[in-house]
């Protein structure tokens, strides 16, 4: 194996070494040999050391917190702040649930499941669990021990999970326990499906139906687990408690129909609630690495040994798999060490670096069952959850996602994109545990760079497209939460918000944060008011969901990322923040009236463009990583601080603008050129319905301003407006309307 000076260089880049080229051959295989050693060598521990730290990539997103505990710490009944807040809304009839992992929903539901069987004639609670092995979340737990009025409690013939054989004898099981008077089971989703599937929806009437990882419902007709739940809330008969860890759905279509949306009442506990009230975790990255030729040549550029690992290789039919994944994970043990032998109790590879240190690494991608279920019994074990030096590595393919419990994991590196965002946030999930002497967390997604034929150039394109969606979109859920409001000449300053140094002044617009909350209330002018309660409710809890659907809208992506005059395009941002986004929410939520759109649009782009020029502040500034936990906060009150805040200052920042600036510091050079050459060749002309769009805005312009925007104006906004509405006439004559 060669490579390169140029390669070389970066590497060491990212790793901060320092590397002398002066004598060193273009192509010295046996430079790179001693440049891997170095790579493995214990870093010193000097000032500033932290090996939790690494320095292994550019994170694209590095959040803070300031470890209050507020969310490791119990009430008198028992319960942490998001089963507290949870079990306050127990008389609802369907309650969704919206919750990081490791926050504690599974003990949440156990509270408001006894409370409606005691209290709210319920005669019966089913917990529906996607897989077997998350049904262990809901085993027996001495509630009462911590303060509550009753424990909980499943006999070992309810809980389906443990049970042995296939789904048909389980069906068979749910049948008698709805004969019984025993008061909980717990099954799988399958199980479950096919149980209505025999007995029909009516006799689950006066029961409560408890649907652990919600996401993995959908309103697609196809998904028959969906339909069913429709069917029962169509019924209006039974109670449903919802909860879920993912705050956007990978595949992008709805959980529910909107009419049986609207009748959920959500109880939402943000990423960043859980996260700044930890003990331990202070910092979470999440950035990509891009490399080439084999993943497995470069893997020791992200993967430090040190660190506790999980790693999921890519599926064999995947373009960055060598076809061989046991081959994978041979040469990634080769690079890591020397293998010395398994451990006969819990299957583990012991491999010894050149440090000299001995790791254990459990291999998951194993195909023969005995060593896998021996491996997988090991990382299970009750007994060495609290022991840090269990395992040091976890190889996965298709297993340590969803569920997976290991509170050590510092790193999440996943090579390859995931076809789907919800999977990345489970991923995610598996290194966002706190745990003593864990002060930092990340995720990496290594990505292939293009090469130089066309066609792999789009496949490699479309992968990193993908991996910045993924990043966006984890920024907005790590953020507080957004409140917008209009500033107007009555507007006041809210109770419990902070509003900085000097306080809130009521000639300019204002940013007001809550660190109880965890929520921003910002103030900006010319905001449209929803009118409708569905759209109150996307603008209170769907954002995210908005902001999903547009950055995973591949041509506004792509013009974002490659066309914006970061990348040296001429994008007009109103394109994206007005047209592109108005016309994604129309199709989402067809229901809505003209000013609801715009009402949740505006939120939408001023929730992701604060978020990103916050970040942009801060790296103005010259702080080349935020340290304090208040980093973003201050990001936002500097960006705002320095100007009054309006819709119109808003719409006309690129909000794909500092992932561009992310990606060119992370990607080669060169691979960066071809694919801006790929993207700027694909621009597509105004369409009818863009049309409409610009029509609008230019009739308020004219509106406004006294006068129709002009072709030749030198601001490019009015400009874009003048073609559009020149477009929508030229579209009117050739009877394009009707």
């Known amino acids: 194996m060669t490579i390169s000076k140029k390669r070389i260089t970066e590497i060491a880049a990212i790793r901060d070494e320092d590397i002398d080229l002066t004598d060193i051959p273009e192509q010295d295989e046996g430079f790179f040999a001693k440049a891997k050693k170095k790579r493995l060598a214990p870093k010193p521990r000097g000032k500033g050391f932290s090996e939790a730290q690494g320095h292994y990539h550019i994170p694209a997103v590095s959040m803070n917190y300031a470890r209050t505990g507020a969310s490791t710490t119990s009430n008198e009944l028992g319960m942490r702040a998001m089963q507290e807040r949870a079990y306050e809304r127990r008389g609802e009839q369907y309650l969704l649930i919206k919750s990081p992992p490791a926050s504690g929903k599974s003990r949440a539901l156990m509270f408001i499941a006894l409370d409606k069987l005691k209290n709210q004639n319920c005669k019966q609670a089913i917990v529906v669990v996607p897989e077997k092995s998350i049904g262990s979340s809901f085993n027996d737990e001495p509630l009462s021990k911590y303060g509550f009025w009753a424990d909980w409690t499943v006999a070992p013939q309810w809980n389906l999970c443990n049970a042995p054989g296939g789904d048909d004898g389980k069906v068979g099981a749910v049948g008698k326990f709805l004969e019984s008077n025993d008061k909980v089971l717990v099954c799988t989703h399958a199980t479950f499906r096919f149980a209505v599937d025999r007995f029909g929806v009516e006799v689950f009437d006066d029961r409560l139906i408890a649907v652990d990882e919600f996401h993995h419902v959908s309103a697609n007709p196809d998904n ?59 910092t979470l990255d999440i950035g990509y690495f891009f490399y080439t030729g084999s993943y497995a040549d470069d893997i020791l550029a992200v993967l430090n040994p040190t660190e506790k690992t999980i790693l999921h290789i890519p ?30 109790e819990t299957g583990f590879h012991l ?22 279920d021996r491996v997988s019994r090991a990382l299970k074990d009750p007994a060495e959850k609290n022991n840090r030096d269990h395992v040091d590595l976890i190889i996965a393919l298709g297993m340590a996602k969803e569920g997976f419990d290991w509170i050590w994991c510092e790193h999440a590196l996943t090579v390859g994109y995931r076809a789907s965002l919800t999977e990345i946030v489970q991923i995610i999930g598996r290194a966002t545990r ?65 509003y900085g140094e000097g306080g809130y002044d009521p000639e300019r617009t204002n940013v007001g944060f809550s660190e109880s909350s965890g929520q921003f209330q910002i103030e900006i002018k010319g905001l449209v008011e929803p009118k409708s309660k569905e759209a109150e409710r996307i603008c209170q809890e769907d954002l995210n969901e908005v902001i999903t659907a547009f950055v995973q809208d591949k041509p506004t992506l792509e013009r974002g990322l490659f066309d914006g005059q970061e990348a040296g395009g001429e994008l007009v941002p109103e394109e994206l923040t007005i047209v592109r986004m108005g016309k994604i929410i129309k199709d989402r939520y067809p229901e809505l009236e003209e000013n609801d759109i715009e009402a ?126 020149t477009a929508f006439m030229r579209f009117h004559k050739e009877g394009r309307y009707e």
Do not use: C
């Open 351 to 372: 491999v010894k670096t050149p440090s000299g240190q001995i790791i254990k690494i459990a291999d998951l991608v194993e195909d023969d069952p005995t060593k896998r």
């Open 434 to 498: 706190d745990a003593k002497g864990k002060t930092r967390a990340r995720f990496t997604n290594l990505i292939a760079e293009p090469d130089a034929s066309e066609g792999a150039v789009t496949e490699a394109i479309n992968d990193t497209l993908k991996a910045i969606a993924a990043s966006l979109l984890m920024e907005q859920v790590l953020a507080p939460r957004f409140n917008f409001t209009p500033k107007t000449p009555t507007s006041t300053s809210q109770p419990g918000f902070d």
């Open 315 to 344: 599926n064999v039919n995947a373009r960055e798999s060598t076809g061989d994944k046991h081959k994978e994970v041979d040469h990634i043990i080769d690079a890591l060490g020397e293998w010395q032998e398994t451990d006969a």
């Open 600 to 725: 949740v649009r505006q939120r939408a782009v001023a929730a992701m463009n604060l978020t990103q020029q916050a970040k942009k502040t801060l790296l103005d500034d010259e702080e080349k990583e935020p340290s304090s936990n208040t980093a973003l906060i201050d990001g936002v009150r500097k960006f705002v601080n320095v100007r009054d805040l309006d819709i119109d200052l808003i719409d006309s920042i690129n909000p794909f603008g500092e992932a561009y600036n992310i990606l060119s510091k992370s990607m080669n050079q060169e691979s960066l050129r071809q694919v801006q050459a790929v993207i700027s060749a694909k621009r597509s002309p105004i369409t009818p319905e863009d049309a409409i769009m610009w029509a609008k805005r230019a009739r308020r312009f004219k509106k406004e301003n006294g006068r129709a925007p002009s072709m030749t104006a030198a601001d490019p906004y009015e400009k874009l407006m003048a073609e559009g509405a």
């Open 224 to 282: 028959k687990l969906g339909a069913h739940l429709g069917q029962l809330i169509e019924r209006g008969k039974v109670h449903v408690v919802a909860m879920t860890g993912s705050y956007f759905r990978g595949d992008a279509e709805a959980v529910l129909a909107p009419e049986d949306e609207a009748k959920f009442d959500t109880v939402t506990y943000t990423y960043y609630e859980q996260l700044n009230g930890y003990e331990y975790l202070k």
